[in-house]
């Protein structure tokens, strides 16, 4: 080869190693999208823009079709780490495996029919984050997430929401998972996810 493609060979080189290098953090493309889903989503809603569930809306639909199309070596990887849900079911989420839908939810809070709040986590079973694993300290402290009751850094449930199933009208702390897969409109139906 001449010296003026080495380089550019080393220019590509370098990007592409970048490159893994950020996807090795993530076990699948839909890890990937799902992450990048979360950072847009909480982005828009910093911004308090009035189009903020629209561009959820818009960006669910982008990342869906965009995980449906699998990178090579993707499946390589699913094999080795298990089985992986497309969506974003938690097993450990009662939440998760309701099969009431958003309508049926909307119906009983309109007919002033309330679920029981989830029982909360004691304080002392979680010594930390349950998202991010962070440990809590004098300075990172506790927080319950109102809709599943589990115990969450102030990162982790940084989001607020009303609870119209339990009654709560007014805007309460919710997890991230829960204000993206529960609290969210568009996400409310699990046909939706």
Same mark, same amino acid.
């Given at each position: ?8 060979? !080393?220019? !590509? ?75 974003? =079911? ?5 939440? /998760? ?23 909360? =986590? ?9 998202? &991010?694993?962070?440990?809590? !300290? ?6 319950? &997430? ?9 990162? /982790? ?20 998972? /829960?204000?993206?897969?529960? =609290? !969210? ?9």
């Amino acid at each position: 080869t001449s010296p003026e493609t080495r380089p550019c060979e !080393t220019s !590509t080189f370098a990007k592409a190693a970048a490159r893994n290098k950020i996807r090795s953090r993530f076990h699948s493309s839909s890890d990937l999208i799902h992450r990048l889903f979360v950072c847009i989503s909480g982005v828009a809603d910093q911004l308090q823009t009035n189009y903020a569930s629209d561009l959820r809306s818009i960006l669910k639909t982008l990342f869906e079709v965009m995980a449906t199309k699998c990178e090579e070596g993707d499946n390589d990887k699913q094999k080795k780490a298990g089985p992986v849900m497309r969506s974003a =079911v938690l097993e450990d989420c009662a939440l /998760c495996q309701e099969t009431i839908s958003s309508s049926e939810l909307a119906a009983k809070a309109r007919e002033g029919q309330f679920e029981d709040p989830p029982d909360w =986590v004691p304080d002392e079973a979680c010594n930390s984050c349950i998202a &991010c694993k962070a440990p809590f !300290t004098v300075i990172r402290r506790k927080h319950h &997430c109102r809709s599943c009751g589990k115990i969450f850094c102030s990162r /982790c449930s940084s989001h607020s929401a009303p609870l119209p199933r339990y009654g709560q009208v007014k805007p309460v702390r919710v997890c991230t998972h /829960c204000y993206m897969f529960h =609290v !969210t409109p568009f996400y409310s139906d699990k046909a939706g996810i």
